[in-house]
């Protein structure tokens, strides 16, 4: 049974020429809104943000909204949220709504945080006995405590995020709807947000998510929504609807980041190396577990990277790493041959140095990677490449946290349990 349904939902803007120099102008203006427009279609000074969205979500269900920004996502929810109202279409909603949509959103800037408690509880229907026996827990799990009493005006976006979180995780509605703002708060909270939209998911609440962190989205939802131009491109399962976002919108857009293209068909900041006078980087390639040469590869697949080099020098002790990190610049692995590869005295003037890996355990998202050739123990590389190379990793093997875990679980047979609780009694 449907708890939500959007019936050919489109929601219109105005764009307002604003500045008109004279009354003639203005008057132009105003006869030009009078003119009829094609049917169906926007005015000159009219856009859709979203746009003949049908949609039915089941009791109980957890969906996902991706897209890229200005999508449409954040006005969907504020539809649901009835913040605004259609231009087109009926929006059906079987209970109560709360929402975490903007940072402040529901609150009274000039009430406490206990008082804005209570009042949005009100607003929810619920009775003041109701929310005072949830009143501790919603503050405890805000971690608040100190700024209860605090008019909410003073609070940092942080803070109101905590509070608003928590309010809205714990009055128990019919419809949870929760945007990217959780962004704002530390890695810490992020954490305890996403497991407790995990117990709401398990109690059967249902539950809308806007967010950019995939590897969320794909644990966390029960179906995925892809929004473009303020309309829906695909409606499935997480993996199938992530996989459909990064081909249409990411990968096929390199032109847009204001990338460059080398011979070898990566992408590439620029082909000027920082050092690479004793020595340098020629380019680096990844190839996929057929050995064809690839720049997007599936969680878990089979991963083999070439750092293709030549030296002006001798070099002695050589030191070849790769490092990835995420289109926000967070480093997500550091692979080096100072620990992991085989020790390398000497190196021909021109050669290749290969790294491999069986299972490649990076989740989905866009990485990029810096190339460093160095010697063991020096502070100066001898070459630099940063950021010049993009990995596109799709989803593939499920992955349970940060980053994807090759692992094999059994059941021991009786005979070895018993032979390995003989042997940790040894250690009681």
Not at 53 to 60: E, T
Not at 241 to 259: C, H, M, Q, R
Not at 318 to 337: A, C, I, K, N
Request: glycine share 8%.
């Amino acid at each position: 049974m449907s708890i939500v349904v959007l019936d050919k939902v489109s929601k219109k803007y105005r764009l307002s020429r604003l500045g008109s120099k004279s009354i003639r102008e203005e008057l132009g203006r105003m006869m030009n809104n009078l003119k009829p427009s094609s049917r169906g279609q926007a005015g000159s000074d009219e856009f859709y943000a979203v746009k003949e969205v049908d949609l039915a979500v089941k009791r109980g269900e957890t969906i996902g909204f991706i897209g890229p920004n200005g999508s449409g996502k954040s006005t969907l929810l504020k539809l649901l949220a009835r913040i605004i109202y259609p231009s087109e279409g009926k929006i059906m909603v079987g209970g109560s709504v709360a929402s975490l949509i903007e940072v402040g959103a529901g609150f009274h800037p000039e009430l406490t945080g206990r008082e804005n408690i209570f009042l949005y509880g009100s607003i929810m229907g619920m009775k003041k006995a109701e929310v005072a026996k949830k009143f501790d827990r919603i503050v405890e799990f805000s971690e608040m405590e100190k700024f209860i009493d605090t008019p909410v005006k003073r609070y940092s976006s942080g803070m109101y995020v905590r509070l608003g979180f928590a309010v809205a995780a714990h009055i128990n509605p019919a419809v949870l709807l929760v945007d990217e703002v959780l962004a704002v708060g530390d890695a810490n909270f992020q954490s305890k947000c996403q497991q407790r939209i995990e117990q709401l998911r398990r109690g059967g609440m249902t539950i809308a998510f806007v967010s950019h962190d995939m590897p969320a989205v794909e644990r966390l939802c029960d179906r995925v929504v892809f929004i473009s131009k303020g309309q829906i491109k695909a409606v499935g399962k997480p993996q199938d609807v992530i996989s459909i976002y990064y081909n249409e919108v990411l990968f096929a857009k390199k032109s847009s980041t204001g990338l460059a293209q080398n011979n070898t068909g990566l992408a590439i900041e620029s082909q000027t190396s920082l050092y690479g006078q004793n020595a340098e980087i020629l380019s680096v390639k990844f190839f996929n577990g057929d050995g064809q040469e690839t720049d997007t590869i599936s969680t878990g697949d089979k991963l083999t990277a070439r750092i293709h080099y030549r030296t002006y020098t001798q070099i002695e002790d050589p030191v070849f790493e790769l490092l990835f990190y995420s289109p926000d610049d967070r480093l997500y692995t550091h692979l080096t041959t100072a620990i992991n590869g085989t020790n390398i005295d000497s190196l021909p003037d021109e050669g290749i140095v290969e790294f491999d890996c069986s299972e490649f355990g990076l989740t989905p998202g866009i990485y990029k990677t810096d190339a460093i050739f160095s010697q063991r123990g020096s502070v100066a590389p001898y070459d630099l490449k940063p950021r010049q190379y993009i990995l596109k990793v799709l989803p593939g093997k499920s992955v349970r946290g940060m980053f994807y875990n090759p692992q094999q679980w059994r059941l021991l047979p009786p005979a070895e349990t018993i032979s390995v609780q003989s042997a940790d009694s040894n250690f009681g």
